[in-house]
């Protein structure tokens, strides 16, 4: 069974920065052949994509939800079976348990559950202001 384990969660102020990693074990292919997102779910809320990666063979398109956009950069280390979320100007908002998500093929897929079927228990991320 594919093992994802993120790490990098933490507390920050607001404006602060963070960088979630994703890794990613006991797969029957290679990395590079999954397409990689991440997903967040606040207290009270439905879970909801944040960021998402092709694979190679889609060239490693990247997609953002708009709350994401020109503040999330999501990449991939594919000899190194690592997914990454760098958060920079990070917003009380922000708070969430965030998840790494996968499943194989080109993508990248809409970033929403049904897409992805392995899932890693999460990382906790809290943002004071």
């Known amino acids: 069974q594919v093992l994802l384990v993120e790490s990098g969660g933490g507390s920050v102020q607001a404006g602060g920065s963070l960088r979630l990693s994703c890794v990613v074990s006991?797969?029957?292919?290679?990395?590079?052949?999954?397409?990689m997102a991440w997903f967040r779910q606040a207290p009270g809320k439905e879970r909801e994509g944040v960021a998402g990666i092709g694979s190679i063979n889609s060239h490693g398109i990247t997609t953002y939800a708009d709350s994401a956009q020109g503040r999330f950069t999501i990449s991939r280390d594919n000899a190194a079976n690592t997914l990454y979320l760098q958060m920079d100007s990070l917003k009380p908002e922000d708070t969430a348990m965030y998840y790494c998500?996968?499943?194989w093929g080109a993508g990248p897929y809409p970033l929403k559950q049904d897409y992805f079927n392995q899932w890693g228990p999460g990382t906790q991320v809290t943002v004071s202001s």
């Open positions: 998500a996968g499943r």
């Open positions: 006991r797969l029957s292919s290679p990395f590079g052949e999954y397409s």
